[in-house]
Nanobody, 126 residues
């Protein structure tokens, strides 16, 4: 079954940093955009950032601009999410998802995705 695999979730103090990884080696990556979503308890799943794997075009939610950076390593078939200046409101399960490249303009919308990872927990707390 085609499924991204996330890793790197952890407990971090406010103001701290964390990097998440998403293994997408099961996919033909030129045909997809990869998005990081997150879902906090009691809230809807929201798109955080997205990258077109072939051309590297990126999108960011306003809430994370300047703090989160998405990148990809083609040789490793991996997408990274580097997070700095983390705050308690960043606490959530972070999911990696693949969206067909034809829908890249909608890659921040959960209903556009084709494949989901199982998620990794990020907790920001003192």
């Amino acid at each position: 079954q085609l499924r991204p695999v996330e890793s790197g979730g952890d407990l971090v103090q406010p103001g701290g940093s964390l990097s998440l990884s998403c293994d997408v080696s099961e996919l033909t990556l030129d045909y997809y955009a990869i998005t990081w979503f997150r879902q906090a308890p009691g809230k809807e799943r929201e798109g955080v950032t997205c990258i077109g794997f072939k051309d590297g075009v990126t999108y960011y939610a306003d809430s994370v601009k300047g703090r989160f950076t998405i990148s990809r390593d083609s040789a490793k078939s991996t997408v990274y999410l580097q997070m700095v200046s983390l705050q308690p409101e960043d606490t959530a399960i972070y999911y990696c998802a693949a969206t067909p490249i034809s829908l890249i303009g909608r890659c921040m919308i959960a209903s556009s995705t084709a494949y989901w990872g199982q998620g990794t927990q990020v907790t920001v707390s003192a």
